[in-house]
Nanobody, 114 residues
């Protein structure tokens, strides 16, 4: 079993920055890829960004150029640096990882005020 724990959400003004972190623990063989999804009120959960341990990344068009995903130790951690935040980025952000199945964190709230 794998547990994903997020940290780093909060309230920020438009144009500001936040950094989310996620650490995986438990029985880990190779959790790959890892990434972030988000869900705004009344909307479906959507992809934000994913990264393989080898550094291949994928971003939603709405965040490309503003967000950066990294895997610091290439294994059990994934970070999301969010810059130039907009009110439409307000959502619950979920850490995601794949190891013989999908795993999700509990989510962290990001609120961007205008």
């Amino acid at each position: 079993q794998v547990q994903l724990v997020e940290s780093g959400g909060g309230l920020v003004q438009a144009g500001g920055s936040l950094r989310l972190s996620c650490a995986a623990s438990g029985t880990i063989f190779s959790i790959n890829p890892m990434g972030w999804y988000r869900q705004a009120p009344g909307k479906q959960r959507e992809l934000v960004a994913t990264s393989t341990s080898g550094g291949s990344t994928n971003y939603a068009g709405s965040v490309k150029g503003r967000f950066a995903i990294t895997r610091p130790n290439a294994k059990n951690t994934v970070n999301l640096q969010m810059n130039s935040l907009k009110p439409e980025d307000t959502a619950v952000y979920y850490c995601w990882g794949y190891q013989r199945g999908e795993y999700w964190g509990q989510g962290t709230q990001v609120t961007v005020s205008s």
